[in-house]
């Protein structure tokens, strides 16, 4: 099996560290309340945001580390 690339090995540790990072808003996000970072009791607008933002790039990471294999396989 050929050894990969420098440029293709950067893109898989930042694919990972984008799906890590994703996760991390994502619980920040949903648990701000708990934790005492809410402005205000409820799901504010803030928390609605981190939480879709995390949502696109936990996707995203995903789907690229999906096909990156994928195209690895074949």
């Known amino acids: 099996m050929p050894r990969p690339s420098s440029t293709e090995a950067a893109g898989r540790v930042l694919d990972w560290m984008l799906l890590v990072v994703g996760t991390g808003l994502g619980v920040v996000s ?11 009791p409820g799901f504010g607008w803030k928390q609605t945001l981190g939480t879709v933002t ?3 790039v936990v996707v995203l990471a995903a789907s690229r580390i ?7 396989r074949s």
């Open 66 to 72: 999906i096909r990156r294999d994928r195209r690895a």
């Open 30 to 40: 949903l648990t701000a309340d708990l934790v005492g970072l809410g402005a205000f």
């Open 54 to 56: 995390a949502v696109v």
